[in-house]
């Protein structure tokens, strides 16, 4: 079993920054893929970006290409959101995944082994 816990979340102004983190225990694999979700209220979930963990290979989703970079740290086994240039639709709870694979795809889709319990983003406009 693996253990997604995020943190980081808050409210913030629109045109600001926020890191989210996402802390990952318990067993290990190879390969993997990991990444963030989010859901607003009344919406369906969103993917965000994914990272293959070994390669660094990364997809964003275009509604925020440009503002949200994926990264990871393989020494804490940390995933982690910079979000910046925040607008008031970036608001919703943001979860991250992780998925047993070499490929990018089925996580994009959703199809993730694992899920954090999310944490809230709320930008004020």
């Known amino acids: 079993q693996v253990q997604l816990v995020e943190s980081g979340g808050g409210l913030v102004q629109a045109g600001g920054s926020l890191r989210l983190s996402c802390a990952a225990s318990?067993?290990?694999?190879?390969?993997?893929?990991m990444g963030w979700f989010r859901q607003a209220p009344g919406k369906e979930r969103e993917f965000v970006v994914v990272?293959?963990?070994?390669?660094?290979?990364?997809y964003v989703a275009d509604s925020v290409k440009g503002r949200f970079t994926i990264s990871r740290d393989n020494i804490k086994n940390t995933l982690y959101l910079q979000m910046n240039s925040l607008k008031p639709e970036d608001t919703a709870v943001y979860y991250c995944a992780a998925a047993i694979s070499t490929e990018l795809n089925p996580l994009m889709s959703g199809e993730a082994d694992y899920w954090g319990q999310g944490t809230q983003v709320t930008v004020s406009s």
């Open positions: 990272i293959n963990w070994s390669s660094g290979r990364t």
């Open positions: 318990g067993r290990t694999y190879s390969t993997y893929v």
